[in-house]
């Protein structure tokens, strides 16, 4: 959520950057609400000290035994408490409709983000690893799945529509390998704080992360108003909301293995097969809060512990920075891992990192305050996968696949397979 005063001061840059995301400009309507924000509060603000005045002015009035003053006052102090609460409901209207239409506007992309409309403006960044050396054919992760009998996209229709999947017996325990693998190298290793935290959040949470207002369709919402969780992220960037925290303890780093739920309600018709684009699936999720100096290396670190889960599962990936038309609502700055499906023939996102700056944090009110410092500051906030945990698999299943069809378990899995090295069809 941008801030309105720096909308006023910065009207041509607010603009400019919405152009950079496709977007009309809007600086000016903003500024417009906002002055009439002003006029109501100044309007509430005069009648609320006239009454004042007018009620002192009485008292002076039956001292002098001035009752005709006394009377007049007396109405004039009643007209004005009479029309006080419509002055004060067309302030809280205006201030509700102005803080709606900032609720809505997307944050600014940091300067370097290379400015493009869709994901063929993508840059880029690294490349790491190479394809599978192995001459034999490649198949797609359900191809695989359901001809080792561990995959079952009908059983998973029947109990709960499309879009979802069954996992059977060694396969389960790989997904199941893969998110206690990534969460123990990001608490042991790259010091995040393992988090349980709730799946099923409030509206306040939602709106202080960004997917509401703006983003409702695709979230799904409980019959007591709650929502699921479309990624942990939500949970955790929310374990500072409405606190002032120390700077010197700062930067925090939270992380947890959970279900997400998305409706997907703007893919139709994109990887209906497999399990790529699922309604219900795990993710490993990084959040850091820091403060406005440390954020930006910030994201190259947490990007830098994503990867370091793709290297040690030897898996082939580049890094995108996103374009501006391409960005998250919340990111000022994003960095997709694309791992290699050599099923697709293609490269498929497995995370994105992103620093969002204070945007998340003023819509949370979560601040921070310097040892010498009287003033609070917003904190800034960035969110990453470490990684997709069913995207991870997949990507497993496609490059360790062999000729005979079963797949062999990366080293890293190992301890957490039970000595298991090759996943090979049930009997």
């Not at 202080?208 to 709650?226: A, N, V």
Request: proline residues 3%; glycine residues 8%; aromatic residues 6%.
């Amino acid at each position: 959520m941008l801030d309105i005063k720096w909308i006023r001061d910065n009207a041509a840059a607010l603009d400019a950057a919405l152009a950079k995301r496709g977007a009309s400009p809007l600086a000016q309507a903003l500024i417009d609400l906002d002055e009439k924000r002003r006029s109501v509060i100044q309007k509430a603000q005069d009648m609320q000290s006239r009454r004042n005045a007018a009620s002192k002015e009485i008292g002076a009035a039956m001292a002098a035994k001035n009752a005709e003053l006394a009377d007049r006052l007396k109405a004039e102090v009643s007209a004005i408490k009479d029309q006080l609460p419509a002055a004060e409901e067309e302030e809280r209207q205006v201030t509700a409709e102005l803080n709606d239409a900032l609720s809505r506007i997307p944050n600014i992309p940091l300067d370097d983000v290379p400015v493009g409309t869709d994901e063929t403006g993508n840059v880029e960044k690294l490349k790491w690893g190479s394809k599978p050396g192995w001459n034999h054919k490649a198949l797609e992760h359900y191809e695989i799945g359901e001809a080792l009998g561990y995959m079952d996209f009908e059983a998973a229709a029947k109990i709960a529509g499309s879009r979802f999947t069954v996992l059977k017996g060694q396969l389960a325990r790989l997904e199941r390998a893969l998110g206690q693998f990534m969460i123990d190298v990001h608490t042991g290793e790259h010091g995040y704080t393992e988090v349980h935290a709730p799946l099923l959040v409030r509206d306040d949470a939602m709106f202080g992360t960004g997917q509401l207002p703006k983003f409702s369709e695709d979230l799904f919402r409980t019959t007591d108003g709650r929502w699921l969780i479309p990624t942990a992220e939500v949970s955790l960037t929310n374990l500072v909301r409405e606190d002032i925290l120390d700077q010197e303890k700062l930067p925090l780093r939270f992380t947890a293995l959970t279900p997400c739920f998305r409706s997907e309600a703007g893919s139709a018709g994109r990887d209906t097969r497999g399990m790529l684009r699922q309604h219900q699936f795990m993710k490993c999720e990084l959040v850091s809060i820091t403060d406005a100096e440390s954020a930006i290396d910030e994201h190259e670190r947490m990007t830098a512990c994503a990867e370091e889960i793709l290297k040690r599962l030897g898996l082939h990936y580049r890094i995108m920075t996103l374009c501006t038309g391409d960005m998250g609502f919340g990111a000022r700055k994003t960095y997709d891992l694309e791992v290699w499906l050599p099923g697709q023939d293609t490269f498929r996102e497995i995370s994105s990192c992103s620093v969002c700056g204070d945007f998340q944090a003023r819509r949370m009110n979560a601040r921070y305050r310097g040892k010498d410092d009287k003033a609070t500051k917003f904190v800034h906030t960035l969110n990453g996968s470490g990684t997709a945990v069913g995207r991870a698999l997949i990507a497993v299943m496609e490059n360790y696949l062999n000729e005979d069809g079963s797949v062999t378990v990366p080293d890293v899995l190992l301890p957490y397979m039970g000595g298991l090295k090759k996943i090979e069809k049930a009997a």
